[in-house]
């Protein structure tokens, strides 16, 4: 609510929540609330299955190719969380990182996961 201040003039706002503007031509927009996109069964597992792996990948020898499938996982991760899903040519970087890494990622329970979901995310 607005009050006149001690000399009689200006503006006192006592509490705000939400969203608000003050002056000419000003707008608000308010996001509180806003869903994030759903994902599907299967988009799930492969979120779940990608974070596993890359905490996994954490305690492996650092190379180039635990590297490139690090970022990989987490590009995929991203764009699960962002849009819902990930698409065909993520799918495909992921898969590709996936082989390229195979020495390690075969040792992995995490990575069998992975490759999984991408096969099944993949062909169906």
Same mark, same amino acid.
């Given at each position: ?25 000003? %707008?608000? $927009?308010?996001? @509180?609330?806003?869903?994030?996109? !759903?994902?599907? /069964?299967?988009?799930?597992?492969? =979120? #779940? ?24 996982? %987490?590009? $995929?991760?991203? @764009?699960?969380?962002?849009?819902? !899903?990930?698409? /065909?040519?993520?799918?495909?970087? =992921? #898969? ?29």
């Amino acid at each position: 609510m607005a009050t006149a201040d001690e000399r009689g003039n200006g503006i006192h706002i006592g509490s705000v929540q939400g969203a608000f503007a003050i002056g000419d031509h000003n %707008t608000v $927009t308010h996001n @509180e609330g806003v869903a994030a996109p !759903a994902v599907d /069964p299967a988009q799930e597992e492969l =979120l #779940r299955a990608v974070r596993e792996l890359r905490d996994d990948l954490g305690r492996a020898v650092p190379g180039p190719q635990i590297a490139a499938l690090t970022a990989e996982l %987490t590009d $995929t991760e991203a @764009e699960i969380t962002d849009s819902g !899903a990930a698409g /065909p040519g993520r799918l495909a970087r =992921l #898969r590709t990182a996936l082989a390229d890494a195979g020495a390690v990622v075969g040792l992995l329970s995490s990575g069998a996961a992975v490759a999984q979901a991408v096969a099944a995310l993949v062909s169906g």
